[in-house]
Each structure stands twice: as structure tokens, then as C-alpha cells.
């Protein structure tokens, strides 16, 4: 591991701009950015179709019904996880520098030297807004949608990581995307990186 690895994690909540703003920061550090698209590197190593995979990206599993055997697991969640989980294992391994959105990967990473966490939450009134002009929602499918989705990420993270989702303990930075907006959001993230990875990176 070279002592500039950096390992940047994005917790978000849906409707904060997480994504977005993770999507940025990569741009502007130089980093490379995984999310969802893992799986698709992932899908062709194993020859499968990436939307097969992503069916079951992000979603917690039924424990009652879940078993695991011979280092297989009956769950397709818990299966699509660890094959993310290892995905980014190997690329720290070799020493890559990137930003990862989700998948527990503050969790994957706990310890680690270069790890840089963060959390982005927002306002109910500004998330639901936002996520009503990007999927063409009414106010209440919008909320249910930002409902259930924190839910498959909460029971999701809690399932496989020992700190909880969105708890404050959890990451180095948890940041309130609403009270200034994206950009502002943005700039404090990257000034705030930046003197991490100036300064060594300790915490």
C-alpha cells in the first residue's frame, strides 16, 4: 500500500445528493469512482448479465431464510456483497486510490490508513423535493421512496458491518446537504479531503 492511498467513502442518505456530489468529488480529485458499476466489471469476469446482479445490489436479505455452505451462501444479496466487498479489497490491494458510494465499504475499511469517511444527509423537505423532480414522483410516492430505500440501506449496512448506518460515530464527517446546497456541499467536502491527504491522512 503507497502512504498517498486515499479511500474515500460516501454514506448518503436518498435524496441528499450523495451520489451526485460523490460523482464531483471524484472528477475534481482526479479519483476513480465506484458505485453500482462494479458489478458490471464484476459480471463480465463471471460471464453474467449486470442486471442480474443489480437486482440484488444494495438490498438486505432475509436472515431466516439464509444459510451459508462450503463458503456459498443461499442468499443472491449476500453473494452480490461479497463478490463488491472482495472487488474493492483487491483494488485497495494494489494500491488504487478511489472514492466508493455505499456498500459498506467505511466498514470494508475500517483501520485502513487512507480511509477519508463520509455521510451526507438532508433535510426531509429538500430531499423529498429533489427526489420528486428526478423521478417525476407526487410528494407522497417521493417520501415513500425515500422510505424504503433508507431502510434497504440501514438493514443492509447493519447486516454486514458492526457501526450503524447514519450514526454520527460511524464516519470521520457527516454533512447536512440542504442547508447550503450541492456545490457549497461539495467544496467544503473537497477542502476538507484535501487537508486530510496533505496532512498524511491521519485522523
Not at 459480471?43 to 442480474?52: F, H, Q
Not at 452480490?80 to 472482495?86: E, K, P
Not at 423537505?125 to 417525476?136: D, G, T
Not at 473537497?190 to 485522523?203: C, F, L, P, V
Amino acid at each position: 500500500m503507497s502512504d498517498s492511498q486515499v479511500i474515500i467513502t460516501i454514506g448518503r442518505e436518498f435524496g441528499s445528493g450523495g451520489h451526485a456530489i460523490a460523482e464531483e468529488l471524484s472528477r475534481r480529485l482526479g479519483l476513480k469512482f465506484y458505485d453500482h458499476n462494479i458489478l458490471d466489471e464484476i459480471a463480465l469476469e463471471k460471464g453474467v448479465d449486470p442486471e442480474t446482479l443489480r437486482r440484488y445490489d444494495e438490498k438486505p436479505h432475509k436472515l431466516f431464510l439464509s444459510r451459508s455452505v462450503k463458503g456459498h451462501h443461499s442468499s443472491a444479496e449476500v453473494n452480490v456483497a461479497y463478490m463488491q466487498f472482495d472487488y474493492l479489497k483487491k483494488k485497495a490491494a494494489q494500491g488504487e486510490s478511489f472514492i466508493v458510494v455505499g456498500r459498506c465499504a467505511e466498514g470494508i475499511f475500517e483501520g485502513h490508513p487512507g480511509l477519508i469517511s463520509i455521510f451526507i444527509l438532508g433535510n426531509k423537505e429538500e430531499k423529498c423535493k429533489r427526489v420528486m423532480e428526478l423521478y417525476h414522483l407526487s410528494e407522497q410516492e417521493a417520501l415513500e421512496k425515500m422510505r424504503r430505500h433508507d431502510e434497504y440501506r440501514k438493514r443492509y449496512h447493519n447486516n454486514f458491518c458492526e457501526d450503524k448506518w447514519g450514526d454520527s460515530r460511524t464516519y470521520d464527517l457527516c454533512i447536512n446537504s440542504s442547508l447550503k446546497g450541492l456545490e457549497v456541499t461539495t467544496d467544503v467536502l473537497e477542502a476538507y479531503i484535501r487537508t486530510r491527504m496533505d496532512s498524511g491522512n491521519k485522523q
